[in-house]
Structure formats: C-alpha cells, structure tokens
C-alpha cells in the first residue's frame, strides 16, 4: 500500500510520461508544414487519374510529377500519422498494449510506404506495354 | 493507473459531466479525422499497386475504387483529410499565441466545418468537370 496521493503520483510526469520533450511536437511541426504544400498537390494528382484506363494510369505515375508528390505525400504522411497516432496511444493505452500499439501503428506505416514505392518503382520501370504484356 | 491507492478520497467530476463546447468537439475531431483519411488512403494505395501489379488486378481495384461505395470512402476520405488541413493549421495560430479566446476559438471551429466542407465540394467540382 503506498500512502502517495494522486496528484504527487502524476506530478512531474507532464502528459507523456518521463523523457517526453518538445521533440515530438516539433517534429509535427516540422511534418505538418510540409503537408501543407503536399496535401492539395497529392489530391490534384489523384483526382486527375482516377478514371484513367489502366496503361494510362501506369503512364501517369511513371512521370516525375505524380510519381514524387505521391511518394513524398505517403512519406512524409505515413511519417506524421505514426508520430500523430502515438500521441493517441499515450493518451487512451496503458502498458503492454500501449506498447503492442505503437509497435504495430509503426509497422502499418512502413508497410504502406513500402507499398507505394514498389508501386511506383515498378510503374516508373515498366514499359506500359509490357505491363500490359506480362500479365 | 490502477496502481494508485484512491481511497475514499473525493474526486472532482469528470468530462462526462459536462457539455462539450463546439470548441473541444472540433479539437478531437482531428484526431478522429486524422485516423479516418487513412482508410481512402489505403484504397488508394491498394489501387496504385494494382496498377503496378497487371491489368486483371487493376481491374478488380479500379472497379472497387470507382463503385459507388468506393466513392463515398474517397469522398469522406477526402473531406477528413481537409478537416485535419484546416486543424492543422489551426495548431500553428495555436502554437503562435492566436485565436485563444473563446469567441475567437468558436469562430475558428465553424471556420474548421464550413471550411472543410466547402474544400470538399470543390474538390468534388474539380473531380466531376477535371
């Protein structure tokens, strides 16, 4: 039985725990400033593709614009959603599952990275034809 | 914080009892925006490595991306993604010391509702005449 108060038990803590800094919000700072460009570039460049039949699509991301704004806006969002989605896991996980959160909030965010870039990658190194071809 | 002996000691009333101001509704909306954008997200994604992959995949994803349900994830999508923008940019007059009073931060989440959904339908606009 510890006879400590709540409040002495909190205190010193701030929201996140000990080692928690102005790091992290800087470093959404720093993400969201780049989103700010990337976002409205990002939904242009979708929105002009979706209704393309498929050898226009690979075309369309196998140029520089639309292949760069869509990697860098999957990065650079996949990046802030997994910063962004830890300071939800702090505020409603305790424990092991608040480990086991972060844990799988940052495999989820590589995983779609690694997605996109084999996408693009492939895209910007196929043929159109052959694409069509292979398949 | 099951390890902290409480006692009989009081607590003071928690959130529940209070009425949220439109203020703290559209403060954690974005968090919940900035999870739900995700999911067109991941439709879009889905449909990028189709496209990738080979016409038969490409097909399956273009044809889920383009039904009516698939529409309506990219269009709440969208409108999330543009929500969690405005809030964003919110943070940054935060974080510079503005809009703190409560009129001023009442304003501001009817600018965040109006604003996204304004963003939303013109992106809409530019998708259907594009």
Sequence with gaps: ?135 | MGDIPRGNRPLSPHLSVYKLPIAAITSIMTRITGQALVAGLLLVVWWLVAAATGPRAFATADWVLRSWIGYLVLLGSVWALWYHFLAGIRHFFYDARLLMTKPQAKQASWVLIWGSVGLTLLTLLLFVIG
């Design chain 1, 1 to 135: 039985m510890r006879y400590i108060t709540p409040r002495k038990a909190a205190k010193g803590l701030g929201a996140a725990g000990p080692g928690a800094s102005t790091a992290h919000h800087w470093g959404m700072t720093v993400s969201s400033s780049a989103l700010l460009i990337l976002t409205p570039a990002f939904i242009l460049v979708i929105a002009s593709a979706i209704g393309l039949p498929h050898d226009a699509v690979a075309g369309y991301f196998s140029r520089p614009y639309p292949a760069i704004v869509t990697a860098l806006f999957l990065i650079v969002g996949m990046h802030h959603y997994i910063n962004g989605t830890r300071i939800l896991i702090d505020d409603y996980l305790d424990h092991a599952e608040r480990k086991v959160a972060i844990i799988l909030s940052h495999l989820f965010g590589w995983a779609v990275i690694a997605a996109v870039a084999y996408a693009l990658v492939r895209m910007a190194l196929s043929p159109v034809a052959a694409v069509v071809v292979v398949s």
